[in-house]
């Protein structure tokens, strides 16, 4: 069935609402308006404002207050309307979620979902555009997801809650009004990265809003002769670095493509796994794509040039293959 | 600043692969020094440089075939400096080689010598595809490359020898040598020699003509120009041949000047490195006579063919007991067939005489040489 990476999430989301009284969905403007993104519309009607709550504007508040119901029982979902919101609940989620497990020495969990979307590309200029997921995937304690596609928004919210510790899923803004085939069977697990695309020559590791310009780029580079492998990491935390070795020992090159800028990005942290792990299977020295080190600008042709874009992709991996 | 080029490594070679560098930029190189291995059809012969210096800037890369004259590298002189940065050619990247890692790893486990590689990589690095092509090219080369080799060495001796016969007007000439008193000497000599120590008649004989050609120099040097060059040296190419076919034939320098010892054992190490494939370019390039010895496993006589632009070539066929009319009695002599091949050009039949007369009395007296 196709359909939209929105209505997926909207769907996983009725579902869990649906199947688990433990649930409820917690925000800025998730209720009567919505959702800052339009996933929860209908919600409130629905499920009455017991279960979908508007919040305050203050993060530190109710991710907290999120962090307490799930000491309790619950299963909250809390949305945090983008990441750079997100800052502001950084304590409660590095210093307690993440912390609280190990600290009552297993005696508490945190089965807390928080929802937040990332990234650029709908001129939404400096403040509301950052892509810091590697900010969170730097954290033990917590899992991090980032559904690229239609399957897996629809499918990794259900794993997600029923994991018994913090997991925070990133939505890039940019895949909201993505369409796509949604799989008949869209159940999928949150520990594994996913290849995309296979491919013999070079490997392009991506995940989240980069994913469909790789799979453009790849396409691009198939038409030249050029069979790029692509894999969708999925979960940023904890990686799955074997699907990404296997690839590497199959393809021998890799690029990482990754929205975050390059100082201190997942796409360093994967590199360096790699040169550890895979230093004597590489044929060409591994390469990032990340976005140019300045502030998100707004104006459109400025916010395009800043990030990696499908062209860019091809050319580098033409570049890796001397082609 | 010197310009070291590629120097012809005998008449027969128009180019050269370079197999390997000696030196790199900033080695002092001393006269005679062996600098570069290059490839010739032939062999792989070490290259030498005659004049001392510093080596400055390596102008020629592994693996590329480039033609007699080349210049392969710039020396600076002894006391030059070398000239300002901006002055320069652009100079390849220094430091190690791009290779990458898969590409070096898998190259081991094929025994691909990767080093000798050429890369096709981004900045011409050293990639699988180009470690798999190479071991690829190999099995199908390996038992064809000693036929391709042997083709080359036939194709440059079939060269060589149609220019002698279409350029060189020859006369040939043929003498018996009694060798009794030269075998009797040998034994003596050998009597009291450890087994590594003794020497072989193919030694006498080559010192015996590097005696004759002191009084017959017009056998002795190279043709050139339309006009005869007589050499201030014997340099005497000892013709080899080669368990894989073909034959080449190195100089033994300054015969004449060395004790037969020191020729025995220039001989010595001369056939073993044929064998081995590590000949000097001074041993391709000097020879300024042939002398082919058919030895024990030969015929009676050989005449042989000119190695331009030499003039002469001296041959010797197999020592054996014969008849010999010896004071109007019937008696049995060992003897060899000496025979000269030489350039009527610059010698003439009654000189050619002379010289093989000389030869023979000089074999009669083994404990002059």
Redesign the interface.
């Given at each position: 069935m196709r359909t939209s990476y929105r209505e997926a999430l909207r769907q996983a989301l009725h579902e869990a609402l649906s199947d688990d009284p433990r649930v409820f969905l917690m925000g800025e403007d998730v209720g009567r308006y919505g959702g800052a993104y339009a996933v929860s519309k209908g919600f409130y009607d629905e499920f009455g404002p017991e279960r979908i709550r508007d919040t305050p504007l203050s993060e530190l508040g109710f991710v907290g207050a999120g962090i307490g119901a799930a000491l309790g029982g619950m299963r909250p979902i809390v949305e945090v309307m983008t990441v750079n919101f997100s800052l502001l609940a950084l304590d409660q989620i590095v210093n307690a979620a993440a912390v609280l497990r190990h600290m009552s020495g297993g005696q508490f969990s945190v089965p807390l979902v928080i929802r937040m979307a990332t990234g650029a590309g709908r001129q939404l200029a400096a403040q509301h555009s950052h892509s810091l997921e590697n900010w969170y995937a730097h954290i033990p304690g917590i899992r991090v997801l980032a559904p690229a596609t239609v399957g897996d928004a629809r499918g990794m919210l259900a794993p997600a809650l029923a994991d018994p510790d913090p997991v925070v899923i990133f939505e890039h803004a940019q895949l909201y009004n993505l369409e796509g085939e949604l799989p008949a069977d869209w159940r999928c697990g949150i520990r594994r990265a996913a290849v995309r695309r296979p491919g013999s020559q070079v490997t392009v590791v991506t995940y989240g809003g980069c994913l469909p310009k790789a799979m453009a780029a790849a396409e691009r580079l198939a038409a030249e002769g050029i069979e790029a492998e692509v894999i969708d990491l999925r979960v940023l935390r904890p990686l799955d670095m074997e699907t990404v070795m296997d690839s590497v020992r199959k393809t021998?090159r890799v690029l990482v493509v990754d929205e975050g800028w390059k100082s201190g990005s997942l796409a360093g942290e994967i590199l360096a796994r790699i040169a550890e792990d895979g230093?004597?299977?590489?044929?060409?020295?591994p390469r990032r794509l990340c976005s140019v080190e300045v502030p998100t600008p707004y104006a459109r042709h400025l916010e395009e040039a800043a990030l990696p874009q499908a062209e860019q992709i091809a050319a580098a991996v033409r570049?890796?293959l001397?082609a | 600043m010197l310009d070291f080029k590629l120097p012809s490594l005998g008449s027969d070679m128009d180019e050269g692969t370079l197999l390997e560098w000696k030196v790199k930029p900033g080695d002092p190189v001393k006269k005679g020094q062996v600098v570069a291995v290059v490839d010739t059809s032939k062999a792989a012969v070490d290259v030498e440089i005659w004049s001392p210096g510093r080596v400055h800037e390596l102008l020629v890369e592994i693996g590329e075939k480039i033609p007699v004259g080349t210049v392969l590298m710039t020396v600076l002189e002894p006391g030059e400096t070398a000239p300002p940065p901006a002055e320069r050619k652009a100079v390849p990247a220094a430091g190690r080689r791009r290779i990458s890692p898969a590409a070096r790893k898998h190259a081991e486990s094929l025994s691909v010598d990767v080093e000798k590689l050429a890369g096709s990589g981004p900045g011409g690095a050293v990639t699988l595809a180009d470690v798999d092509r190479a071991a690829a090219a190999r099995p199908a080369e390996k038992p064809p490359a000693a036929a391709i080799r042997q083709a080359e060495m036939r194709r440059a001796i079939a060269a060589a020898m149609g220019r002698s016969k279409r350029e060189i007007p020859h006369y040939y000439l043929s003498e018996t040598v009694p060798m009794a008193r030269a075998q009797d000497w040998l034994t003596q000599a050998n009597a009291g020699r450890p087994l590594s120590a003794r020497l072989l008649m193919a030694a006498v004989q080559l010192k015996a003509v590097a005696a004759a050609l002191k009084k017959y120099p017009e056998m002795n040097g190279f043709f050139r120009d339309g006009a005869f060059q007589p050499a201030a040296a014997a340099h005497i190419g000892v013709a080899i041949s080669l368990r894989q076919g073909g034959l080449i034939a190195p100089a033994i320098h300054d015969v004449g000047d060395k004790t037969l010892d020191e020729v025995m054992g220039d001989l010595a190490d001369l056939v073993k490195r044929v064998r081995s494939g590590s000949l000097k370019s001074s041993e391709m390039s000097d020879p300024t006579i042939t002398v082919t010895n058919l030895g024990d496993q030969g015929v009676e006589a050989v005449y042989g063919v000119i190695y331009p632009p030499q003039v002469a070539l001296v041959g010797f066929g197999r020592i054996a007991p014969r008849p010999w009319a010896d004071n109007g009695a019937l008696a049995v002599m060992p003897t060899v067939t000496a025979s000269l091949a030489a350039d009527h050009r610059v010698s003439d039949g009654h000189r050619g005489a002379l010289f093989l007369a000389k030869l023979r009395e000089c074999l009669q007296a083994p404990e002059n040489l």
């Open positions: 021998h230093f004597y299977d590489l044929d060409a020295p570049e890796m001397n | -």
